[in-house]
């Protein structure tokens, strides 16, 4: 498509099927240009014109009027036709009804009132046909697409954190463009998985259908927006790609023109070399003294803007891979089902302890609270680390402080120790002193005391 909207195609080897046009004769001659146009008005005239006096000739040369044109006594078809240049006078002054009185048709010609209906009816078709047909072809809603603008360049840019392929569309008539609508299309040839090689495959580009945004109030310079997103055929666009890329960007802008009431087609089109990388419009609106101004002479201009040069695929792999990864988070969630399962193992273990350290623990709900303080005891795991594993387990007790559970362990060490004491003889439990006593015992009892301890 050209920048004025007229498809680069042409048909070629139809064979037979130029009956078709002819079928259609009336559209066939709207679309002609205009030089064939006016040729075939001016010579279809020219030829019925031709022909009608020719008509009016036969009928006086065959009736000898043309003979006794001057004989007063006698009724000719037609008064005053002497030759053909006066026949062709009469057929003009009646096609246009001008009437001028000097020649007209008599009673005494019967032929000559069928020729005038047949005249009558074929005139008035022609009329019909070639008038219409030059109405049509000068108001022909192309030509209000002609104050219709589209911007020489698109552009990519950053717009509300996102890519986005950008032109702009203006409207420079006052009258406004009804029910405005505009749609755009991706030209790429492509090759499908079976081998199959599509040279003009055409993608739907969204410019806020989803959205509405397609629908347009154009009472100003618009700059229709496509969002380059994972469904959107530039996904993977980069700067760099563009460079080796081959397509077209077709836009589509109809609407109901408020004058006329006929439906208008606008197009345009952007190819990869017309798409500026790093580019925004010119703002083109004002705010004057009780209206808004518009300046269309920055109506193409841009400027560059910051806008980087990778793809949307490739920023969003970069996000990805600066983001904290998935797998630590996956490793933590195991070591945290690791660490319930050691509780639910610390729970049956806790059912079976004897029940002195079951009663030192003084709750019975001991592993569940095990299980909901895990996050909280695992300090406290670290600094008990020399401590036996049964006194391990009791210390996790939710409510007990290291003073005590240093204190619960001096006693039940010492438990023992008094035990063994109160099984000595009475002279030497005074010789303890309730204290340590290997330094006053003999030798042979200190002896015999680290047996016993041992």
């Known amino acids: ?5 007229r498809c680069n195609v042409q048909h070629g080897n139809l064979g037979g099927e130029t009956s078709r046009y002819l079928s259609d004769l ?10 064939w146009n006016l040729f075939i008005f001016i010579l279809t005239y020219t030829v019925a014109w031709l022909f009608m006096a020719s008509m009016w000739w036969v009928i006086a040369y065959m009736r000898g009027d043309l003979n ?3 004989d007063d006594s006698y009724t000719p078809c037609v008064a005053n036709v002497y030759n053909f240049p006066s026949a062709f006078l009469f057929f003009i002054e009646t096609e246009a009804t001008i009437g001028y009185g000097y020649r007209y048709i008599t009673d005494k010609c019967p032929e000559g009132i069928i020729l005038f209906l047949f005249q009558s009816i074929l005139g008035s078709i022609v009329d019909a046909f070639l008038i219409g047909c030059m109405f049509i072809k000068m108001s022909q809603p192309k030509k209000r697409a002609e104050t219709l603008m589209f911007s020489e360049h698109a552009a990519i840019s950053m717009r509300d954190g996102k890519l986005t392929l950008m032109f702009r569309v203006g409207n420079l008539r006052n009258s406004h463009m009804v029910s405005a609508q505009i749609r755009c299309k991706l030209l790429k040839s492509r090759q499908t998985p079976e081998g199959e090689f599509l040279p003009l495959d055409q993608l739907e580009l969204d410019v806020g259908f989803s959205t509405g945004a397609d629908q347009l109030f154009l009472v100003s310079p618009l700059t229709i927006c496509h969002v380059i997103d994972a469904k959107s055929p530039f996904y993977d666009l980069s700067q760099r790609s563009m460079q080796t890329e081959q397509f077209e960007i077709v836009v589509i802008l109809e609407g ?11 197009r345009t089109s952007y190819t990869e070399d017309e798409v500026l990388w790093g580019h925004r419009f010119f703002p083109v609106i004002s705010l004057e003294e009780g209206f808004f101004k518009v300046d269309y002479s920055q109506f193409h201009a841009t400027f560059e803007v910051p806008t980087p040069p990778y793809s949307v695929k490739e920023q969003e792999e970069m996000l990805l891979m600066s983001s904290p990864l998935i797998a630590p988070a996956v490793g933590n969630s195991k070591e945290r089902n690791s660490s319930v399962e050691c ?6 273990v806790g059912t079976k302890l004897p029940s002195k350290l079951q009663k030192i623990t003084g709750r019975e709900d001991f592993p569940k609270k095990l299980l909901r303080m895990s996050s909280t005891t695992s300090e406290k795991a670290y600094s008990m680390g020399d401590l036996p594993m049964k006194l391990q387990r009791i210390s996790s007790v939710p409510g007990n402080s290291e003073e005590k559970l240093v204190s619960k362990t001096t006693k039940m ?5 008094s035990q063994s004491v109160a099984d000595l003889p009475p002279k030497l439990q005074k010789l303890s002193g309730g204290g340590r006593m290997e330094g006053n015992l003999p030798p042979k009892l200190r002896k015999m005391n680290s047996d016993r301890f041992t």
């Open 1 to 5: 498509v050209d920048k004025n909207g």
């Open 256 to 266: 109901i023109v408020e004058t006329t009431g006929m439906t208008c087609q606008a």
């Open 343 to 348: 509780l639910d193992g610390l729970e049956e």
């Open 26 to 35: 009336f559209t066939t001659l709207v679309d002609l240009k205009w030089r």
């Open 68 to 70: 006794k044109a001057h």
């Open 413 to 417: 060490i010492s438990d023992p120790i």
